[in-house]
């Protein structure tokens, strides 16, 4: 059934405008005229957003069809920047661009922004693009020097895009476009078998005939081209080329992150992708694109002014990298343009309404008697003369499939589960239900047909509650979860100690099987609990898990053991106990609420805001706004947005007119800190300042001075903060940030000067004393445990010091125009570290950090290296904190076992700050024995590589370290005896 019975524009260079396609309907009218056109169907959209949209509304409204549909992604960088796209991103553009030449009855979406960018000629892609069959002979030479002058980067194993490897007569390629790499193995030089085979399990998932190999690059890396490009850069540029690092990587060999941006000077000539397209070509786009157009223009222009004036790195005219919006726009007038709007239209202008209607509000109530009063509403009106108004009701996954059909039911609706939107349409059910996660539906009064997605029934709340279900479980809950046990793992119950979990089991219980977990203790004694008592069980978390001391059931010695444990408390516990009670007891400063400055402030965060971090976020400032002096620990990966959440509990306290100091580690922290606080709050009357020994003495005595008048409104400090007599004039919120680089008695010393001042701390990993507080609800807990969107985990490696590994890891990362990390930790033998380096890999640019140099020589080298000036930087622990750097995506760790895991996690936190891969190697002696504690910590850190395993890591060191003394001066120690409940 076709909804459209108009023809969209058919003659190149004719023009029309469809009106009134509101909701999905703009989605559904492309995909009518591409299904019954036997040509390419180009649709134009404002943002890659929009287009990620429309190409998931696509793919819901032609499935079943055999429609390809195509995307030519963004970059996803700003105009001239200096980081290069993922290489799945590149990927997926090489695949575009190999297959739109050829395509017929297929549908290509792409953005105006990207359609402004100047790409490589068309010869490029289809002269590198091979392909191999079983039977044919193999050069193994000729293909490792083919694979190289495509691009592609041979590695160990395999793991991504444009990556292989050569291994006996296995040789394994992962080709650009492709979703899976292909392993050849040979037979002698014939190809005896082509099979694809999962990249991070290694293992082959089926046998195939034929593969195709696409360039690695969108542009050509071999001796020509550098030489075409070494020569253009002397045409276009006056500057000294020897102080340029792009053309120095470029000469050598090497991709430089942003290298894109000089795309023009490989070439001859360039191609837009109008180029590519096939000779049968319908347009379809938004009726916004020439503002968008506009609008990226300048962004181009402006960054070119802004950008262009340092010799180092000098940019090439707009004109050459992109396509100018006129230049556009006139390609876009030889092609039958249908242009798309939700408006209605003059009709008698020659414009065409098409009456699709987005779905009224129809949304849940659960406050109502009937929570679906409106749609059961809505439905009934729906009814005409034809007949009752046909609804496909779209669910987002089987689960919420079935929960949607259940509460139909409730209003005598019974839908009929369909495949997808044609079967819908060919099917007489009044009532339809489907699975897609589709963003809008659609309402066509005159064909009584109507598409309601789950979103317009529950409003944006169930996307939200699911995820929040998953991101708010209670922090404990890692210790209860048996299902994370395995069979022999030692646990604690409550009542009677420490015994074995040995699983499930099914008992005969009043006529009826019951399941219970079956632990042991000493003398093989079992004991059985029902699951409904799984509140008395947790994980033990005392130490080593073969040794945990089992108790004897039917003894004293348990009680005795939790007895003993209660008494090993330091004499701090007292001044402890009275800081902590004097808080509790004593009534702290309620900040104001001030909504609206807050939602400005708010809404000027570039990102959107996870659902653990929003959590995170408002649980702070609820504590704020209390008169309960607030003592809160957040906990969150590296990277994962703990900053946002300090900003935002800064502005609620500053706006009130209080003071706000963030206590930090480093010199660096603290720099980087007064940088982006700065940004941050650049549009409000707000003053930061900064104590560290960047700062002059007389810097810093003016700045005390200033704190104490209260001109100071939010003051960064490290250490010298504890030492330096400050009488702040209106303390409301002291921010601790990275604690675990702070001793107990520093931390609680700025706590019983201010008993009554607001506490919010920050870590990654947190130590093992302040989790133990947290889990005993002596201080409140935040976990944001999601990563930001396009965040790829780091990849964890313990390997034994090698030169080649080392070498292969370096080579690894700046051949892909990325920086690495050195770390060695022993100041006097850094620069023969940095000299033998250099002599391994002569490719690397490299230079030294470390914590003794002078504070603006340090501050040089980061700033140097944040610029991409050097590519390698051999540097101590100085690093564990702070420095931001995205194009830093390898960290090789000397002498791992000689850190702690809260170290080793911050340290890897290091790289993996983009949506590039990241990689981290923790480098063991190859003839000294390590620890066993190390050896665990290892292990743990190489295991807990995904993202958001800051908080798990933790619950490691605390079986590895001890727990620590609640009420004592030690942040980690023993308490094996009685585990950790």
Same mark, same amino acid.
């Given at each position: ?41 180009? =649709? ?10 429309? $190409? ?27 980081? @290069? ?9 090489? *695949? ?6 050829? $395509? ?41 020097? *083919? ?27 992962? %080709? ?45 890396? !071999? ?47 360039? /191609? ?38 340092? +010799?180092?790195? +000098? ?121 897609? %996660? ?6 066509? %009064? ?25 991101? $708010? ?9 048996? /299902? ?19 699983? =499930? ?32 069980? &947790? ?25 003993? #444990? ?36 708010? &809404? !000027? ?8 971090? *929003? ?9 704020? =706004? $209390? ?21 935002? #509990?800064?502005?609620?306290?500053? &706006? ?72 702040? @004039? ?6 601790? !940030? ?38 005993? @609800? ?63 890999? %002569? ?48 960290? =090789? ?8 895991? /809260? ?39 190489? /295991? ?38």
């Amino acid at each position: 059934m076709s909804i459209f019975n108009q023809l969209p524009a058919s003659v190149s260079g004719d023009k029309k405008t469809w009106g009134e396609l509101r909701g999905a309907g703009q989605a559904l009218a492309v995909a009518e005229a591409a299904l019954s056109y036997e040509g390419l169907t180009l =649709l134009i959209t404002e943002t890659a957003r929009e287009a990620a949209a429309q $190409s998931r509304a696509l793919e819901f409204f032609t499935a079943g069809h055999n429609l390809p549909i195509f995307t030519f992604p963004d970059w996803e960088t700003l105009p001239y920047d200096i980081f @290069s796209p993922h290489q799945d991103i590149v990927s997926a553009r090489l *695949q575009t661009l190999a297959s739109l030449p050829n $395509s017929k009855h297929a549908v290509l979406i792409v953005p105006m922004p990207t359609l402004m960018h100047r790409i490589a000629p068309i010869d490029f892609v289809a002269s590198r693009t091979f392909s191999y069959k079983v039977g044919e002979d193999l050069d193994r030479v000729q293909l490792q020097d *083919q694979l190289s002058l495509a691009g592609y980067l041979r590695v160990e194993t395999v793991f991504e895009h444009g990556e292989f490897a050569f291994r006996g007569s296995l040789i394994d390629i992962f %080709p650009m476009g492709a979703k899976n790499p292909f392993r050849i193995d040979l037979l002698d030089d014939e190809i005896e078998t082509l099979r694809l085979f999962d990249a991070e399990s290694q293992r082959t998932l089926k046998a195939v005939d034929q593969v195709q190999l696409l360039p690695a690059r969108e542009f050509p890396i !071999d001796k020509e081209a550098t030489n075409q490009f070494l020569n253009n850069w002397h045409d276009h540029f006056d500057h000294d080329p020897s102080k340029c690092p792009v053309y120095r990587d470029v000469k050598a060999g090497i991709a430089p992150q942003g290298i894109e941006y000089y795309l023009t000077l490989f070439y001859a000539e360039t /191609a837009t992708l109008f180029d590519y397209l096939p000779a049968e070509v319908q347009l379809f786009t938004h009726s916004a694109i020439e503002g968008a157009a506009q609008h990226f223009w300048q962004d181009i222009t402006s960054r070119y002014e802004e950008y262009g004036v340092d +010799p180092e790195r +000098p940019l090439l005219p707009p004109t050459e990298v992109f396509v100018p919006f006129d230049q556009i726009f006139h390609q876009l007038k030889k092609l039958p343009r249908t242009v798309l709007t939700g408006d209605f239209l003059d009709e008698s202008a020659g414009y065409s309404n098409h009456g699709i209607h987005g779905v009224p509000d129809i949304a849940v109530n659960a406050k109502l008697t009937n929570p679906l009063s409106q749609l059961d509403e809505f439905l009934s009106s729906g009814t005409s003369i034809s007949g009752d108004c046909r609804v496909l009701f779209c669910a987002e996954s089987a689960g919420r499939r079935e929960v949607l059909t259940d509460l139909l039911k409730t209003i005598h609706i019974f839908p009929e589960e369909v495949d997808n939107w044609q079967q819908f349409n060919d099917s007489s059910h009044v009532h339809c239900i489907t699975t897609y %996660p589709i963003d809008q539906g659609l309402y066509v %009064p005159s064909q009584n047909i109507c598409l309601i997605t789950e979103g317009e029934l529950f409003g944006q709340q169930v996307m939200q509650r699911r995820r929040r279900s998953k991101a $708010s479980e209670s922090p404990d809950y890692i210790f209860k979860n048996l /299902a994370e046990l395995k069979v022999g793992a030692p646990v604690v119950h409550i009542e009677h100690g420490v015994g074995r979990y040995q699983g =499930l089991v099914l008992l005969d219980v009043d006529k009826s099987k019951q399941e219970f977990l079956m632990l042991t203790y000493a003398d093989d004694a079992k004991l059985y609990v029902p699951v409904s008592s799984l509140h008395l069980i &947790s994980r033990f978390g005392g130490g080593d898990q073969v040794a945990a001391p089992l108790n004897r059931l039917g003894t004293d010695k348990w009680d005795k053991a939790k007895e003993k #444990a209660a008494k090993q408390v330091r004499d701090t516990a007292v001044e402890l106990l009275d800081i902590y009670s004097r808080r509790a007891a004593r009534k702290g400063f309620a900040c104001d609420d001030n909504a609206e400055d807050y939602r400005k402030f708010s &809404s !000027d965060f570039a990102f959107e805001e996870t659902a653990d971090q *929003q959590e995170a976020i408002d649980a702070v400032r609820r504590d704020l =706004l $209390s008169t309960q002096p607030m003592d809160r620990l957040v906990c969150g990966d590296v990277g994962f947005g703990k900053t946002e959440v300090a900003m935002r #509990a800064a502005f609620t306290v500053v &706006s009130s007119g209080k003071q706000v100091v963030i206590l930090v580690p480093t010199t660096l922290l603290a720099h980087q800190h007064l940088q982006n606080f700065r940004d941050r709050f650049a549009n409000w009357a707000v003053r930061v300042e900064e104590l560290s020994r960047f700062r002059t003495n007389k810097e810093q005595e003016d700045v005390i001075a200033a704190t104490e008048a209260g001109k100071v409104d939010i003051l960064i400090s490290t250490h010298k903060l504890l030492h330096a007599k400050i009488d702040f @004039s209106g303390l409301g919120l002291m921010i601790i !940030d990275e604690e675990h680089r702070f001793g107990v008695r520093q931390k609680e010393k700025i706590k019983s000067l201010r008993s009554e001042v607001d506490i919010l701390t920050m870590t990654a990993t947190p130590i093992p004393r302040t989790l133990n507080m947290s889990m005993h @609800s002596i201080r409140d807990l935040s976990i944001i445990a999601t990563p930001p969107a396009k965040r790829l985990s780091v990849k964890t490696f313990v390997r034994e010091q090698e030169s080649r590994v080392t070498r292969e890891a370096i080579l690894r990362e700046i051949l892909r125009g990325g920086q690495v990390y050195y770390l060695h930790n022993d100041v006097k033998s850094i620069q023969r570290v940095a000299d033998e380096l250099a002599e391994l890999v %002569p490719e690397a640019r490299i230079n030294i950090a470390h914590g003794q140099m002078r504070e603006r020589g340090l501050e040089q080298v980061m700033s140097d290296f944040y610029h991409q000036r050097f590519n390698v930087l051999v540097c101590t622990t100085i690093i564990e904190t702070g420095i931001d750097i995205p194009s830093a995506n390898t960290i =090789l760790i000397d002498r791992a076992d000689k850190f702690g895991l /809260a170290q080793l996690h911050q340290l890897r936190g290091r790289v993996g700050r983009s949506h590039h891969q990241a990689y981290a190697y923790l480098m063991l002696p190859q003839d000294k024995k390590i620890t066993a504690d190390a050896t665990k910590r290892l292990e743990a850190i190489a /295991a807990a590589d995904h993202l958001g395993s800051g908080f798990t890591l933790a619950t490691n060191d605390l079986e590895i370290r001890g727990a620590g003394e609640l009420l004592g001066e030690e942040q980690s120690g023993h308490i094996q005896a009685i585990g950790f409940t």
